[in-house]
């Protein structure tokens, strides 16, 4: 019995790993990646600067305690943790807004470089030779 189970098994695993794909992912095409990109800037945008803000107010709030010598106001320790808790977050939502800026510029250049043009191919017609527009889809690398 469990020789049939394992037969079986690696059965079903060959027939997935070898079989074709019914559904193909359709391709993007420039305005798709133009949306992604004002999408992932909002975004960026909207993480970066409250996250900015948090890391400014929380290094203010943890310097403005550990560096207070003053005998007059003693050591808060909940204002330092709050500081410094703020800090990292505040840290957290910059790195996380890098990210999607980065991704963002990647998607515009590759909209950039995404265009539809008419390419003139020559084709016999009557004897001669007849230049024909076709639609095609042309990628720029640049190097």
Known sequence: MRKVIIVFIIL????????????PVPTLTKQDYLEKSKNQKKISQWVGIPGSAMFLAGSVLYFSEILDFSPASPYN???????????????????????????????????????????????????????????????????
């Not at 079903?12 to 559904?23: D, G, L, R, V, Y």
């Not at 790195?95 to 590759?110: D, E, M, P, Q």
């Not at 265009?115 to 230049?131: D, G, H, R």
């Open 77 to 143: 320790e909940r204002k330092a943790n709050a500081g410094e808790a703020l800090m990292i977050t505040g840290g957290a939502a910059v790195l996380v807004s890098a990210g999607f800026a980065i991704a963002s510029r990647s998607n515009k250049k590759k909209a950039m470089s995404l265009a539809l043009n008419k390419q003139f191919v020559p084709q016999l017609q009557e004897s001669t030779i007849v230049y024909h527009p076709i639609p095609s889809l042309t990628l720029k690398i640049s190097l």
């Open 12 to 23: 079903i695993a060959a027939c997935s790993a070898f079989c074709q794909q019914t559904n």
